[in-house]
């Protein structure tokens, strides 16, 4: 028994929150590719993610209700990693509030914010031309100078797409299981959920 219970505490659960519809179905993903770079034999546990709107997620009480549910999810050995967009907010600013507020919430768990500039998406477009060709994009794409700094990463992908607009709850899990993630962390932001993933997967083994 004691061996089975050793096993159960060597499996790193996370339980994360995030914003949208896709990060529900696509976070998992991308986590677990990550998790097979990083620590191919480390044993992951992924659970659902918890969707709550970013507006509201911020407000007082709100982000600790969210935080406090993930951490009892994610069990005492757990940790919870909070992902939202950044919007037309700095990433410098807000996430270290986020965490500070987090921390205070559940002081028990190892918590990781990272707030994706300006939008998920923006990811996809540092990785572009690893999924040119793919559910309808272009064959070739011209790489995209500064993709962080476009306004409108889901517009910018779907002016790529020929055969339907872009859809964040069927192409963005798509497009997460076979962007190129070493070209994405040039963007700083997901360098940074990189970094992250790994200090959990590696800290916490």
Known sequence: MRGSHQGLLDVLRIASIVEGH?????VPILLRRIAERVAPARAMDVLRPIRVRRQRFLKRGELERSVELAARRAGPAGCVLILIDAEGDCPAELAPEILRRAREARSDRAIRVVLAKT???????????SIAGTRGMAESVEPQREPESIRGAKER???FMSNHPYSETLDQPAFT?????????TAPSFDKLWRDVSSLLTERG
């Open 22 to 26: 896709g990060e529900v179905k696509a």
């Open 119 to 129: 939008e998920y998406e923006a990811w996809f477009l540092a990785a572009v031309e």
């Open 177 to 185: 299981a076979t962007f190129d993630l070493d070209a994405a962390r």
């Open 157 to 159: 992908l779907g002016d």
